[in-house]
């Protein structure tokens, strides 16, 4: 029986060990709190798009980009898929190490209806090991630009939900820095970014905009909400996407206007396509 109230009926405590979430003596200190509370936080939004695929089709898939060690793959799985008689969760992950070790684990846990590929996001497009089209496309602290690969991928596979916590993002920032002198000339709203600290967070956040209005001029309807407080992590946003297929007709003019007004013209192929 589990004797730690934070930890979910049924959830595998062999699980919780090997992910670290757990100490080997099987008890929770501040650091594997924090992460346990942020997974199942994330669960908690995740949950209801399951269901409501399984309620429609058979044969679940979730993809997860930018994997790291799976805790997210590994969680879901545990806590919905072993319960159910189909599904299939599949982690993207460039890093081999991390790939070799989280296959290991699901082959020990014998969670046979996960797979783990050492490829990038692009090289997943098109990979025979992957359907043709897939249910959910997730993304959890996918650093910089590697959020908009994950997008990039959804979009190709038509998923019905993409579940994103972005991470990192520096891309914007630096072209926002590189220009800058040029948009003092250009707009007063070159001020918003003037101070390092302020491109950084500026950059940010505005990355989030324009991958909603991209998302939007797809026919996703979007979602923008807190994965957790703030006490606990400051990569904080959470943006949930339903696809609608009905386009938000002046998604794709704004993110034109938003790019072109702040000098970041230069990331058109990015954020518009």
């Excluded at 969680?75 to 296959?103: A, M």
């Excluded at 692009?122 to 249910?135: A, G, T």
Aim: hydrophobic letters at 35%.
């Amino acid at each position: 029986m589990n004797s730690i109230p934070e930890i979910k009926t049924g959830q595998s405590i062999e699980l919780l060990k090997e992910l670290h979430i757990l100490t080997r003596d099987g008890k929770l200190n501040q650091d594997s709190r924090r992460k346990l509370k942020q997974v199942y936080h994330l669960y908690h939004f995740i949950e209801p798009l399951l269901d409501e695929v399984l309620k429609t089709r058979q044969g679940l898939t979730l993809v997860d980009h930018g994997a790291g060690k799976s805790y997210l793959g590994f969680i879901l799985y545990d806590l919905f898929l072993k319960t159910h008689e189909t599904g299939h969760i599949y982690g993207i992950e460039t890093r081999k190490t991390l790939v070799d070790k989280s296959r290991e684990l699901a082959g020990n846990l014998g969670f046979e209806r996960m797979s783990f590929m050492n490829v990038t996001a692009e090289e997943s497009i098109c990979s025979p090991q992957l359907p043709k089209r897939v249910d959910i496309v997730t993304a959890l602290h996918a650093c910089n630009t590697a959020t908009d690969d994950a997008i990039k991928f959804a979009l190709h596979k038509q998923a019905k939900f993409i579940v994103l916590a972005p991470c990192c993002q520096a891309e914007v920032a630096s072209v926002l820095n590189k220009h800058k002198n040029q948009s003092f000339g250009k707009t007063t709203l070159s001020e918003i970014w003037r101070h390092p600290l302020h491109t950084r967070e500026f950059g940010s956040h505005l990355t989030n905009i324009l991958r909603c209005l991209l998302l939007e001029s797809h026919g996703y309807q979007v979602t923008v909400t807190e994965l957790v407080g703030w006490e606990h992590s400051m990569k904080n946003e959470l943006i949930i996407a339903r696809r609608k297929e009905t386009p938000r007709k002046n998604a794709r003019e704004r993110a034109e206007q938003i790019l072109l007004k702040l000098n970041l013209e230069e990331l058109r192929e990015r954020f518009i396509y």
